[in-house]
């Protein structure tokens, strides 16, 4: 079956700095990748999506993604970290385009 | 307004109650799905529709049914709730699309069950 890991409950990352979360799929083939960002009583917001082509993808809020193959990875990463960015990130998979499998989720709290 | 509206945003309830979950979109997708989330365990997927004459079970679908009434509504009911279906139950939206239409899943702003 399908599955996705974010490893990382909790991180916590100082105003200004880089960002970095994790996410590892297993599945046979190259799945559709998603990341998608809760905010407090929100409901979610998708950042961004892999389909093919260009590894590395934009995505909204100055976020950036990147899949990598020989890993089954597709890590979130961002340059510099605002406070508004605080919040729970998802990563999912899509195996055929259909039925979202979501992770268990990283909470991000920026301290100042 | 919101594409897609869950109502109600909150409820109580006790154990043994019937409650019924409802979700309506104006997106115009005719996929509708229903998802739980638990705090450490994401979203899990409950019952999936692509279709008004289609229903389709997810990976937690046991205590849970669902009906969609009509392309823009699809609503979750709970027979008989019990205190471990609380949790925050999201509704969400997309359309059989190709390439990067794919698979993106358009959220309600969820509705918090408590079953007491």
């Known amino acids: 079956a399908q599955s996705v890991t974010q490893p990382d409950i909790h991180i916590t990352v100082s105003e200004g700095a880089s960002l970095e979360l994790r996410c590892n799929y297993s599945?046979?083939?190259?799945?559709?990748l998603f990341w998608y960002v809760q905010s407090p009583g929100q409901g979610l917001q998708l950042l961004l999506k892999?389909?093919?082509?260009?590894?590395l993808v934009q995505g909204i809020k100055g976020f950036e993604a990147e899949f990598k193959r020989s890993q089954s990875s597709f890590n979130l990463r961002k340059p510099s970290v605002h406070w508004s960015d605080a919040a729970e990130y998802f990563c999912?998979?899509?195996?055929?385009?259909?039925?979202?499998?979501f992770g268990a989720g990283t909470i991000l709290r920026v301290k100042s | 307004d919101a594409d897609v509206t869950q109502t109600p945003r909150n409820r109580i309830t006790k154990t043994g109650k019937r409650i019924m979950l409802e979700c309506s979109q104006t997106k115009g997708h005719d996929r509708m799905y229903w998802y739980r989330q638990d705090p450490g365990l994401g979203l899990r997927l409950i019952y999936y529709s692509f279709d008004v004459k289609d229903i389709n079970k997810g990976e937690i679908s046991d205590g849970y049914s669902v009906s969609r009434q009509a392309q823009a509504k699809f609503s979750l009911s709970l027979e008989s709730a019990i205190p471990n279906q609380t949790a925050l139950y999201f509704c969400?939206?997309?359309?059989?699309?190709?390439?990067?239409?794919?698979?993106?899943?358009?959220f309600g702003e969820g509705s918090r069950l408590t079953v007491l």
């Open positions: 599945y046979g083939a190259t799945p559709y």
């Open positions: 969400a939206t997309n359309f059989r699309g190709t390439g990067l239409n794919t698979g993106e899943l358009f």
């Open positions: 999912a998979v899509a195996p055929g385009g259909d039925k979202l499998v």
């Open positions: 892999y389909f093919s082509g260009d590894t």
